[in-house]
């Protein structure tokens, strides 16, 4: 009877120990786990606040704003700024959705079905050269919010991954 009694109590020390080791480790993989992105960047306030940066910068950009030599964007950005607001929550929505935030991207246009990057970008005859000082303008905005390198870094290739997306409307002379 006695055998018996310490058989049970090992057994029930190995199972409480295994237990306890896989309470400790859950909870250790629970706080290993990385927060995403979209939290790394401090959420839609602080991306909205970049986005609002960003937007306006573009429009001063001498490259692709009011001034660019690009006729497209040019007139964009001269005669479409009450679409400028609009703009900004629907790039801050694309940069929450990307860096996985909860929120949705729904390309569209007035009176048009949604569209994805290419068509929306398809009229503006966006030039590779231009499409890189929009990243660099993106980049500058990161860096007046003082966005760490990484994340900088993971926001701009995401961006860049829809290069050609964008590009796709330019026409090289």
């Known amino acids: ?7 049970i109590i090992k057994s029930l020390t190995i199972a409480l ?42 429009v001063q950009n001498p490259i692709v704003g009011k001034d660019s030599k690009n006729p497209a964007l040019r007139k ?8 400028l607001p609009g703009l900004k929550f629907m790039r ?19 009176d048009k079905t949604h569209l994805g990057l290419e068509e929306a970008h398809r009229e503006l005859n966006i030039s590779p050269a231009e499409f890189d000082e929009v ?3 993106l980049g ?3 860096d007046f919010a003082k966005v760490p390198a990484r994340e900088k870094a993971e926001v701009l290739s995401a961006f860049a991954a829809h290069k050609d997306e964008v590009t796709a409307g330019y026409k090289a002379k």
């Open 1 to 7: 009877m006695m055998k018996r009694q310490i058989s």
């Open 17 to 58: 120990t295994v237990a306890a080791l896989l309470v400790a480790t859950s909870g250790q993989a629970g706080s290993q786990t990385e927060k995403s992105l979209y939290e790394r960047l401090g959420g839609v306030f602080a991306i909205a606040a970049v986005m609002d940066h960003f937007s306006d910068a573009i």
């Open 76 to 83: 964009w950005h001269t005669n479409n700024l009450g679409r």
């Open 92 to 110: 801050t929505l694309w940069v929450c959705e990307v860096t996985g935030g909860p929120f949705k991207f729904s390309p569209t246009k007035p």
């Open 135 to 137: 990243a660099a303008e």
């Open 140 to 142: 500058r905005s990161l």
